[in-house]
């Protein structure tokens, strides 16, 4: 197909669908879902439980192919279908900061170590990593954490540090899949201006799936999925 590539968009899917399993076990997760983020934009995913939010998440992520539809990362095709239009481990970590439902941090490795070496990963050197990742669990208020192991910090504690892991590289596109959910509701309106300063300052495209009704005036646009699809997009005034 030949289209014009939209440089101003951070993120486009086109109709992606996720069907899991086969025969009489075949679940549709998604269907023909759609979205166009801009440069700078912050969306927020609604969606009740079972509805499509991870799996579209995760296949804009790069983490887990649609079963058909293209995701578009700065115009670039990257992914069509499971096809994959670019070393996507690669793409992933240069461009891609994701925050995971459950926070999946490398156990064995320190709250500062586990920020440090997505910079090192990405050609910083281990000092000027560590000195990044200190700033960033300043930021997220866990500084003083830096040197305990996941295991040893709350829940909350662990999303922040998942945050700062994903913000470590400045990447082009944040996801975040429920990232406050286990924060209360000043840390994680600090965590979600902390999304809006990224993406307005560094040009990134932000989508968090939230269940937080409270806290949606922070974001640009809305969406919600209901049985793996995609609602028109409602823009906050
Ligand atoms: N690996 C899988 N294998 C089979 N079915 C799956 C798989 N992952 C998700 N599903 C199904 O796909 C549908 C969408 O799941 P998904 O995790 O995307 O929902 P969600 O909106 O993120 O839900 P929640 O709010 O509970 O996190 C559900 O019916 C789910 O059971
Ligand atoms: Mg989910």
């Not at 969306?43 to 995760?58: Q, R």
């Not at 945050?163 to 470590?168: F, K, N, P």
């Not at 300063?197 to 968090?208: F, L, N, P, R, S």
């Not at 939230?210 to 969406?223: E, I, Q, S």
Request: with cysteine; charged share 20%; proline share 4%.
């Amino acid at each position: 197909m030949n289209r014009d590539v939209d440089r101003e968009l951070a993120i486009e899917t086109r109709d992606l669908t996720k069907i899991y399993g086969s025969g009489n076990t075949e679940v549709v997760a998604m269907r023909n879902a759609s979205m166009k983020v801009s440069v700078g934009e912050v969306v927020a995913l609604l969606g009740p439980s079972g509805s499509g939010k991870s799996t579209f998440l995760t296949a804009v992520g790069l983490i887990n192919p649609p079963t058909s539809g293209q995701v578009y990362i700065r115009g670039q095709l990257v992914l069509d279908g499971s096809t994959a239009h670019t070393n996507l481990r690669a793409f992933r970590r240069r461009h891609i900061g994701f925050v995971f439902q459950k926070s999946n941090l490398i156990p064995f490795l320190t709250a500062i170590e586990n920020v440090q070496i997505a910079i090192e990963l990405n050609g910083e050197s281990s000092r000027a990593a560590r000195r990044k990742a200190m700033e960033l669990l300043d930021d997220l208020g866990v500084g003083d954490r830096a040197e305990n192991r996941p295991s040893m910090l709350s829940g909350g504690q662990q999303q922040r540090v998942a945050v700062a892991r994903a913000l470590a590289n400045n990447p082009s596109v944040i996801l975040a899949d429920e990232p406050t959910a286990a924060l209360d509701s000043e840390r994680g309106r600090q965590v979600m201006e902390l999304f809006c300063q990224v993406a307005h300052e560094h040009g990134a495209g932000v989508i968090v799936v939230t269940h937080d009704h409270r806290a949606l005036d922070v974001f640009d646009t809305t969406y919600e999925m209901e049985d793996g699809r995609m609602s028109p997009p409602t823009h906050t005034v």
